[in-house]
T-cell receptor, first 115, second 112 residues
């Protein structure tokens, strides 16, 4: 049973379209994340939610809007897609220890290609 | 200057070699250090995690941290073809929530 699952795995779309990626974790973790990995493998945090509350919001265009309906789900909606949005988007979850540190469990990624 | 610097490789070694993977970081406020392994078309998975300067060993893997030099290393002994992957260092601060900064990853190729 997959711990962190995200759909779809592959997305090919035209510039200007709107798309969503869904993520679910069955680990019972309180914290979920969206990371973006570009073509050079650079992995950068975009958002983090703790118990449905947004706690990290990096410098990301307003076209990206995360939504967490409950602590097991974190979705990412992207409006007006641009060529530079092409990347692999990873969802992750963690259960933070008292010191605010925890192992990140990643999904397999959603590969977005904008044409 | 990037917060974390990591040589992208690729690093090619024969099976059985000792591998050394390294990262440098610029901000002494970073307090904990992780190494993640990422196979092709998969998500990263945690290998090692340490807080303090010094060595931490887990099987064939040793993580080393030198906070005075802002330098972290991952050593792999008796490397295997199954170790072929991209290795990402990640560093973080104790802020009450986790915001890791990742290196760009080093691609390792272990040939039989």
């Amino acid at each position: 049973d997959t711990a962190v699952s995200q759909t779809p795995k592959y997305l090919v779309t035209q510039m200007g379209n709107d798309k969503s990626i869904k993520c679910e974790q069955n680990l019972g973790h309180d914290t979920m994340y969206w990371y973006k990995q570009d073509s050079k493998k650079f992995l950068k945090i975009m958002f983090s939610y703790n118990n449905k509350e947004l706690i990290i919001n990096e410098t990301v265009p307003n076209r990206f809007s995360p939504k967490s309906p409950d602590k097991a789900h974190l979705n990412l909606h992207i409006n007006s897609l641009e060529l530079g949005d092409s990347a692999v988007y990873f969802c992750a979850s963690s259960q933070l220890e008292r010191n605010g540190v925890g192992e990140l469990f990643f999904g397999e990624g959603s590969r977005l290609t904008v044409l | 200057q990037k917060e974390v610097e990591q040589d992208p490789g690729p690093l090619s070694v024969p099976e059985g070699a000792i591998v050394s993977l390294n990262c440098t970081y610029s901000n002494s406020a970073f307090q904990y250090f992780m190494w993640y392994r990422q196979y092709s078309r998969k998500g990263p998975e945690l290998l090692m995690y340490t807080y303090s300067s010094g060595n931490k060993e887990d099987g064939r893997f040793t993580a080393q941290v030198d906070k005075s030099s802002k330098y972290i290393s991952l050593f792999i002994r008796d490397s295997q073809p199954s170790d072929s992957a991209t290795y990402l260092c990640a560093i973080g601060k104790n802020t009450g929530f986790q915001k890791l900064v990742f290196g760009t990853g080093t691609r390792l190729l272990v040939s039989p």
